[in-house]
């Protein structure tokens, strides 16, 4: 079965099930952050996520974005991250917590964790709405995961390839003559 119709996606996550756990992962954040907490959006892949995980949420949460890049217009990761758009706020003192779409190789998460946490916040936690199985591999702890993925090309609910697919509601693997 193709996702929401579109040829070359094939149906992996619907939309009603990635819905579900945002809702359950909010009720993580407010267990654990009562008094709110700051959420810093990957950009770009994580604006869908947490457009939803916002408005899932309670009252006391404030949001930043930053924007990185590894990938390109590729499928692979090329092993430099660049930061591509900064905060536009402080986060000395507050309880942040990253928002991404997906953790592969935990190359994009180290650089953000190690440039955020000398910026003095409170403390500093990651949610990823995906895994991937290199990610179980990588040092670095993502507290909050939404669903652990194949290994394989996967797009929509943020996930892109070359730009395209990201406004997917549902999660598909991406037909290989795509990219290939
Ligand atoms: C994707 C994704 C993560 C990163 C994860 O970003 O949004 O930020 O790759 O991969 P890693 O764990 O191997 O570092 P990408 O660079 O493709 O930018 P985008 O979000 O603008 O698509």
Known sequence: MTAQGVQDVQALISAADIQARVQALAGEIRRDHPHGVHLVCVLKGAFVF???LSRALANGVTLDFIA?????????????????????????????????????????????????????????????MF?????????????????????????????DYAGRYRNLRDVGTLSPHVYS
Do not use: C, H, W
């Open 131 to 159: 895994r991937k199985p290199e990610a179980l591999r990588s040092p670095v702890e993502v507290k909050y995961v939404g669903f652990d993925l194949p290994n394989e090309f996967v797009v929509g609910y943020g996930l």
């Open 68 to 128: 990185v890049s590894s990938y390109g217009q590729g499928s692979t990761s090329s092993g430099q991250v660049q930061l591509l758009k900064d905060l536009d706020s402080p986060i000395e003192g507050r309880d942040v917590v990253i928002v991404e779409d997906i953790v592969d190789t935990g190359l994009t998460l180290a650089y953000l964790i190690q440039n955020l946490k000398s910026r003095g916040p409170a403390s500093i936690e990651v949610m990823a």
């Open 50 to 52: 947490l457009s939803d």
